[in-house]
């Protein structure tokens, strides 16, 4: 999620916190006077029909249409200002190393390169995003107001697949990482003896992996192990480098596929 956009609902949520208690003081407050008019007032049974039956007809889509409407146009007049591609793509595509491959609609990226006899793929998806932008959110509530404004923008732990498969033999080595930071941890690492059984993404091939050994802990390997397959990595391409740029494209693809969200809704409430 956009960090405009991230700062943006941090701030309205907030004001909506402060609303509800401000509204709840209130409403305890003016019970005693509410008590008595009620008691004195008579019934309104019809005014209640006929706002049921406005809610029936389909009024509140009118209203939800111009809410998205309004997103919309703060969406476009901050790509406006932040138009054509982002010096971070630019510069990563620049180096020639990784091909990024990336469907609009999809929550899922993928990065591929040749190393040698090696083919290298390196996956990650943007729906971690969302739980951490919540958990975040929660967090820093009661902090907004004193953190200072040259506080670094907050990195959200992005999990990536690596799976390397060999043109010269059978088998393939998946790596399961997480990338915060600018450094990718590595949790364990799995090898399949059937290259496809690695690769595929089918949920086939899901479901006989869950049934398969998928290796230790990483952090329970030998120090010296551990050190030389991180050497082994980095000498693939999957070094620090990559790890700042995946949260930046997440970050972007994200935004991208939020306006695209915002005009399918849009359009489906409109018809």
Same mark, same amino acid.
């Given at each position: 999620?956009?960090?405009?956009?991230?700062?943006?609902?941090?701030?309205?949520?907030?004001?909506?916190?402060?609303?509800?208690?401000?509204?709840?003081?209130?409403?305890?407050?003016?019970?005693?006077?509410?008590?008595?008019?009620? @008691?004195?007032?008579?019934?309104?049974?019809?005014?209640?029909?006929?706002?049921?039956?406005?809610?029936?007809?389909?009024?509140?889509?009118?209203?939800? @249409?111009?809410?998205?409407? #309004?997103?919309?146009?703060?969406?476009? #007049?901050?790509?406006?200002?932040?138009?054509?591609?982002?010096?971070?793509?630019?510069?990563?595509?620049?180096?020639?190393?990784?091909?990024?491959?990336?469907?609009?609609?999809? =929550?899922?990226? *993928?990065? *591929?390169?040749?190393?040698?006899?090696?083919?290298?793929?390196?996956?990650?998806?943007?729906?971690?995003?969302?739980?951490?932008?919540?958990?975040?959110?929660?967090?820093?509530?009661?902090?907004?107001?004193?953190?200072?404004?040259?506080?670094?923008?907050?990195?959200?732990?992005?999990?990536?697949?690596?799976?390397? %498969?060999? %043109?010269?033999?059978?088998?393939?080595?998946?790596?399961?990482?997480?990338?915060?930071?600018?450094?990718?941890?590595?949790?364990?690492? @799995?090898?399949?003896?059937?290259?496809?059984?690695?690769?595929?993404? *089918?949920?086939?091939?899901?479901?006989?992996?869950?049934?398969?050994?998928?290796?230790?802990?990483? =952090?329970?390997?030998?120090?010296?192990?551990?050190?030389?397959?991180?050497?082994?990595?980095?000498?693939?391409?999957?070094?620090?480098?990559?790890?700042?740029?995946?949260? =930046?494209?997440?970050?972007?693809?994200?935004?991208?596929?939020?306006?695209?969200?915002?005009?399918?809704?849009?359009?489906?409430?409109?018809?």
């Amino acid at each position: 999620m956009s960090a405009l956009r991230t700062l943006r609902q941090l701030t309205v949520t907030t004001s909506r916190v402060v609303a509800a208690r401000q509204a709840s003081t209130l409403s305890c407050r003016a019970l005693p006077a509410l008590a008595t008019r009620a @008691s004195s007032a008579p019934s309104n049974s019809r005014a209640f029909s006929v706002s049921a039956r406005s809610f029936g007809e389909g009024t509140t889509g009118v209203s939800l @249409s111009q809410k998205l409407q #309004e997103e919309l146009n703060y969406e476009k #007049e901050a790509e406006a200002v932040n138009s054509g591609t982002p010096d971070f793509l630019k510069a990563f595509n620049e180096q020639g190393v990784w091909e990024i491959q990336d469907v609009l609609g999809n =929550d899922e990226v *993928t990065l *591929t390169r040749k190393f040698g006899n090696e083919n290298i793929r390196l996956m990650f998806s943007i729906a971690d995003m969302q739980g951490e932008e919540e958990d975040f959110q929660a967090e820093n509530e009661s902090e907004s107001e004193t953190e200072g404004e040259d506080e670094p923008l907050h990195s959200y732990p992005i999990r990536a697949s690596l799976s390397i %498969t060999k %043109t010269t033999g059978p088998g393939c080595l998946n790596v399961d990482m997480v990338c915060q930071e600018g450094h990718f941890v590595v949790e364990n690492v @799995s090898f399949y003896n059937d290259a496809k059984l690695g690769t595929d993404l *089918t949920a086939d091939a899901d479901w006989k992996r869950r049934g398969t050994y998928i290796g230790p802990q990483f =952090d329970t390997l030998d120090v010296a192990v551990q050190e030389e397959f991180e050497k082994y990595l980095q000498e693939r391409g999957v070094n620090e480098h990559v790890a700042l740029f995946i949260p =930046d494209y997440a970050e972007f693809k994200e935004q991208n596929e939020y306006v695209k969200w915002l005009n399918n809704v849009k359009t489906f409430v409109d018809q």
